[in-house]
């Protein structure tokens, strides 16, 4: 009797030790998965942070040459995305241009061949979706797309020669106007999650901002040439009070520097002729007056 109960005590003993174990693992495990999955949200966070702080850094030190805030923001997006390649768009009616490209190797000679995307020739497309909707298009496998049954001239090499597959296409929005996408590209079925999606998008709104800012800059640049010029003019005019042909000569190179033209003259009309005052450029001029007719 003592025996039965001894073993039956030994036994239980190990089943309640088994149930503890058990009951450990429940709990410590979901702490480790956990903890685990706080360390990689962090890493994934400074990570980006890091990607933006380089994004914002190459706009400010921008001049105007807006290649190198594109291509570093492709770089970063594409990576954090964990996409095999990318482009960046713009937007001119119904057409796009690349204006930076994150590619692998083959992808160059397929963009070369249609480096410029005119929907009007593409309808269907993902970057036609786009403009309809201004809405972001994630294609989970471009082999299933509409616009790959369908044979376009565009997609079908970009599955079966570069070998994309997943597609995401994020608009650049200003006030609502799409003026560029920027579009990502793997060559697994893998779509892109919510979660990449959204900071594709914070780098398309510091696209959009790094656009403006050029915009403004060359404005204020072109304002301040027309004043040099127009300075320039009326200090020639206020030296020379009866020297007619040197304010001519200012006025014509002047404003031949502020529209970037090649060649200008100024005629003055004489009797019936139109008589050459002032020119300015490369190109010979082997006549002093030019007839009016009406013929």
Same mark, same amino acid.
């Given at each position: =009797? ?32 956990? +903890?685990?999955? @706080? ?6 966070? @400074? ?7 380089? %994004?914002?850094?190459? +706009? ?34 119904? +057409?796009?241009?690349? %204006? ?16 410029? +995307? ?53 608009? =650049? ?10 579009? =990502? ?13 959204? =900071? ?23 304002? @301040? ?7 320039? %003019? ?53 006549? @002093? ?7």
């Amino acid at each position: =009797m003592r025996r039965g109960r001894a073993a039956r005590a030994e036994r239980g003993g190990k089943r309640k030790q088994s149930e503890a174990a058990k009951i450990g693992r429940r709990h410590v495990t979901p702490k480790k998965l956990s +903890i685990a999955q @706080l360390l990689r949200e962090r890493d994934e966070a @400074l990570e980006q942070q890091i990607a933006t702080s380089k %994004v914002l850094s190459a +706009i400010s030190n921008s001049t105007g040459d807006l290649g190198p805030v594109f291509s570093t923001l492709l770089s970063n997006a594409t990576r954090l995305c964990q996409a095999t390649f990318g482009n960046l768009f713009l937007r001119d009616g119904c +057409i796009f241009r690349p %204006v930076a490209i994150h590619n692998p190797k083959g992808y160059d000679d397929v963009l070369r061949r249609s480096a410029v +995307i005119d929907l009007r020739e593409n309808a269907g497309v993902p970057l036609d979706r786009v403009l309809k909707t201004n809405r972001v298009v994630n294609i989970p496998d471009l082999r299933d797309d509409q616009s790959y049954t369908n044979k376009n001239k565009f997609i079908v090499p970009l599955v079966d020669t570069v070998g994309a597959r997943s597609f995401v296409a994020v608009p =650049m929005l200003k006030e609502n106007e799409l003026i560029g996408t920027i579009n =990502m590209y793997r060559r697994q079925a893998r779509p892109f999650t919510s979660k990449q999606i959204e =900071m594709v998008q914070s780098f398309a709104s510091q696209a959009v901002i790094a656009i403006e800012n050029a915009r403004l800059l060359n404005q204020l640049r072109e304002s @301040l040439q027309q004043q040099t010029a127009t300075a320039d %003019v009326l200090k020639v005019i206020s030296r020379s009070a009866f020297a007619l042909q040197a304010v001519l000569d200012t006025l014509v190179e002047s404003s031949s520097r502020l529209c970037e033209a090649y060649d200008s003259i100024i005629f003055l009309q004489r009797g019936g002729k139109l008589s050459v005052t002032a020119h300015h450029g490369p190109i010979p001029v082997d006549f @002093l007056d030019w007839p009016i007719t009406r013929d």
